[in-house]
């Protein structure tokens, strides 16, 4: 769904001007952990914040995507360069070659560097 589209959830929140739209709007927030020896993965906890607070942030939020608008609408434009290869890191260098940039990612992307085991694991 585009941005623009007037059912697009960021545009509602951006064109909320009144106090009584903005009591409708929910916000929750949670802490989220990582468990290292546990079943789950993820343990979370919701965290109560004044309502003074929630107020300030729904408020920061709406002015901050309206900042983001020009004459009314989000300007955005289509994304078609996405490029994805999974477990591989790539090393660019710019100055080997006359190819434009996008052949030279291409290029780095397919093959590996060699200061780069592909065996090893890489944990972040």
């Known amino acids: 769904m585009d941005i623009n589209n007037c059912n697009n959830l960021i545009y509602k929140l951006s064109n909320i001007d009144t106090d009584a739209q903005l009591q409708n709007v929910d916000v929750s927030f949670h802490l989220v952990s990582k468990q290292n020896e546990a079943d789950n993965g993820y343990q979370t906890s919701e965290i109560q914040l004044s309502p003074d607070v929630v107020y300030w942030i729904k408020t920061n ?3 901050m995507l309206n900042k983001l608008k020009q004459n ?3 300007n955005v434009a289509d ?3 996405e490029i994805a290869l999974k477990d591989r890191i790539a090393k660019l260098s710019l100055s080997v070659t006359p190819l434009g940039k996008k052949e030279l990612l291409m290029n780095a992307l397919r093959q590996a560097d060699p200061e780069f085991s592909e065996k090893k694991r890489w944990e972040f």
Do not use: G, P, S, T
């Open 61 to 63: 939020v709406i002015a």
């Open 79 to 81: 994304y078609n360069h």
């Open 72 to 74: 009314h609408v989000f």
